[in-house]
């Protein structure tokens, strides 16, 4: 079946520094993807939606220009998190649609990324 | 005020034991999903459905769209089945742009 897959799994950064997370979809293009931030115990919140060949839109309230977000292929996404603080740490996790399968497909989620900025 | 609420927020049940999992929406829907979230965070999508009832092994997914609520129920669960469970509202006009809003999730412990 459709895999979206995302790396790194786990990484620890020191504030200040910018982080990196890949989401590629591995058997299927994907022209939109999304970006989800979720912390403990809460819902999975939309941080934004990562457009192939054009801007990432923002839900309101995530700052664009510290979550930076590249679609540069129809299988890769990638989320930088800028200038990383304490309070940035969270699970970081991409879902995808399979275009193929219809409007209301299944999202097919990536395993996430967990992000301590120390 | 979430628009997806489930229930119960914890349950902690016994291996064999039959468990059953809430979803209520307030306003229509397109689907609803259930995902399954493992310990380590990686998400499954186990159902979507948007009448009737669905089935795949053990797991089995009803709805009532009349009443707008949803079930997962497990028949003899299994320590492996342990998880959080969230359902998923998906609709034109819902969460952000993917459509979606998230219920907060049932933090489930099947013990042996």
């Known amino acids: 079946g459709a895999v979206v897959s995302q790396h790194p799994s786990r990484v620890i950064c020191k504030s200040g520094t910018s982080v990196k997370i890949e989401c590629r979809s591995l058997d299927f293009q994907a022209t939109t993807m999304f970006w989800y931030r979720q912390f403990p115990k809460q819902s999975l919140m939309l941080m934004a939606t990562s457009n192939e060949g054009s801007k990432a839109t923002y839900e309101q309230g995530v700052e664009k220009d510290k979550f930076l977000i590249n679609h540069a292929s129809l299988t890769l996404s990638t989320l930088t998190v800028t200038s990383a603080h304490p309070e940035d740490s969270s699970f970081y996790i991409c879902?995808?649609?399979?275009?193929?399968?219809?409007?209301?497909?299944?999202?097919?989620f990536g395993n996430g990324t967990r992000l301590t900025v120390t | 005020k979430n628009e997806v609420e489930q229930s119960p927020q914890n349950l902690t049940a016994q291996e064999g034991e039959f468990i059953t999992i809430n979803c209520s929406y307030s306003?229509?829907?397109?689907?609803l999903h259930w995902l399954q979230q493992h310990p380590g965070g990686g998400i499954v999508s186990l159902f979507m459905?948007?009448?009737g009832k669905k089935k795949h092994g053990r797991l089995i997914a009803t709805i009532n769209i009349q009443e707008k609520h949803s079930s997962l129920h497990i028949t003899a669960s299994h320590p492996r089945d342990s998880a959080v469970y969230i359902c998923a509202a998906h609709g034109p006009g819902r969460g952000g742009a993917d459509g979606l809003t998230f219920g907060k999730g049932t933090h489930l412990i099947i013990q042996p």
């Open positions: 306003v229509g829907i397109s689907a």
């Open positions: 879902s995808a649609r399979d275009p193929g399968t219809g409007a209301y497909s299944p999202l097919h």
């Open positions: 459905l948007s009448s």
